[in-house]
């Protein structure tokens, strides 16, 4: 009696296993990659006049926020998420769950690029923080700041959809 609970036992707890795994593996399999939605357009105004238009998101909500670019696989080279925070003061970032690598701009309230980290690491944990005070963040791939020659004290600006 007692070898026939056990067998009982461990062919429930086998199957009951096998199930939560396949459990896990489609859910795994059912999650779609987080896709980029044009919200508006943002452009960076250089010192010398000319413009670079970029296509963005915005990150407005808390939850907005701190999720922002995390997660996602890829972003075109002419896309960007432009963070917008209720307060100026300085902000942290890091790349947490961020697999590609990113330029971030920090803005100040008068729309003014104040501070730029180029080509942040996917998945580095480290600080990367506003010098001064700020209210919105850009975010972009890494390798626009070089390409375009932006540079602090360029301005920015933007309209939604």
Not at 71 to 88: K, V
Not at 136 to 150: M, P, Q
Request: with cysteine; proline share 4%; charged share 25%.
């Amino acid at each position: 009696m007692c070898r026939k609970f056990f067998f009982l036992f461990f062919l429930a707890s086998a199957l009951t296993s096998c199930k939560n795994e396949s459990t896990s593996e489609e859910n795994t399999l059912d999650q779609a990659p987080i896709t980029f939605t044009k919200e508006g357009e943002l452009n960076i105004i250089k010192v010398d006049s000319s413009t670079k238009t970029l296509d963005i998101e915005f990150a407005e909500t808390e939850y907005e926020t701190s999720t922002g670019l995390m997660y996602r696989e890829s972003m075109e080279g002419n896309q960007g998420m432009l963070f917008i925070f209720q307060d100026e003061r300085p902000h942290n970032f890091y790349m947490k769950n961020t697999y590609i690598p990113l330029d971030l701009f920090f803005i100040t309230k008068d729309k003014k690029i104040a501070t730029i980290i180029e080509n942040a690491m996917p998945l580095d944990e480290s600080n990367l923080p506003s010098k001064v005070p700020v209210t919105y963040v850009l975010e972009t791939n890494a390798g626009f700041a070089k390409e375009w020659n932006i540079k602090e004290g360029d301005s920015v600006s933007w309209t939604r959809n």
